[in-house]
Nanobody, 125 residues
Framework: QVQLVESGGGSVQAGGSLTLSCAAS????????MGWFRQPPGKEREGVAA????????YYANSVKGRFTISQENAKNTVYLQMNSLTPEDTAVYYC??????????????????WGQGTQVTVSS
């Protein structure tokens, strides 16, 4: 089982930036895919960004392309989500997630089955 711990959430004004971090720990499961999801108030959880282990290529939801960047430090088992040009529509609980799927499937949001506890991001207008 993989343990995922997010940090970096908070409140920011529209147009601002935040960076989320997710530290992965545990053993027994090889994690090939790391991703970020979010659940806005009153809505279902949705995939935001994902990355394959060892890669710099990210997969992104259309709503965040050009504004969010996912990256990783494999030595630290940590994945980041840099969020720029935030809008109130980005307000949500953000979850880190992991999947043991092959790297080329990391953009398939349905494959993620390990979750962090979530961190709140609030963007005010």
């Amino acid at each position: 089982q993989v343990q995922l711990v997010e940090s970096g959430g908070g409140s920011v004004q529209a147009g601002g930036s935040l960076t989320l971090s997710c530290a992965a720990s545990g053993s027994g499961v090889r994690v090939n895919c790391m991703g970020w999801f979010r659940q806005p108030p009153g809505k279902e959880r949705e995939g935001v960004a994902a990355i394959s282990r060892g890669s710099t290529l990210g997969y992104y939801a259309n709503s965040v392309k050009g504004r969010f960047t996912i990256s990783q430090e494999n030595a630290k088992n940590t994945v980041y989500l840099q969020m720029n040009s935030l809008t109130p529509e980005d307000t949500a609980v953000y979850y880190c997630a992991a999947a043991g799927a092959p790297g080329f499937l990391c953009g398939n949001w349905a494959l993620y089955n390990n979750w962090g506890q979530g961190t709140q991001v609030t963007v005010s207008s």
